[in-house]
């Protein structure tokens, strides 16, 4: 059974930083066609944040190019986010996914992590 856990969230000044992480269980992360941040703030849809394909190619929203940075780490099988320079816009529930390509479709979510930036 695949598992993702997102930990690291919190309440922080604007212009600070997080990190967030996601640690999988059930499967490596290097299996998984692409996986990925999303975020949702209140009365707003999910939003894409960031992937990174299993070949290492990243895809950032224009909102959070050159402030955030996706990393992994394969012997901790989990995924991390780095946030620096925080915006007040950028509190929601930030979601770690994984998910299979068009040949192989799946798709798993975490429980999400509430990061909160006050202004």
């Known amino acids: 059974q695949v598992q993702l856990e997102e930990s690291g969230g919190g309440l922080v000044q604007a212009g600070g930083s997080l990190r967030l992480s996601c640690t999988v269980s059930?499967?490596?992360?290097?299996?998984?066609?692409?996986m990925g941040w999303y975020r949702q703030a209140p009365g707003k849809q999910r939003e894409l944040v960031v992937t990174i394909t299993s070949g290492g190619t990243t895809n950032y929203a224009d909102f959070v190019k050159g402030r955030f940075t996706i990393s992994r780490d394969n012997t901790k099988n989990t995924v991390y986010l780095q946030m620096n320079s925080l915006k007040p816009e950028d509190t929601a529930v930030y979601y770690c996914n994984a998910r299979g390509g068009p040949s192989n479709p799946y798709d798993y979510w975490g429980q999400g992590t509430q990061v909160t930036v006050s202004s």
């Open positions: 059930g499967r490596t992360i290097l299996s998984f066609y692409v």
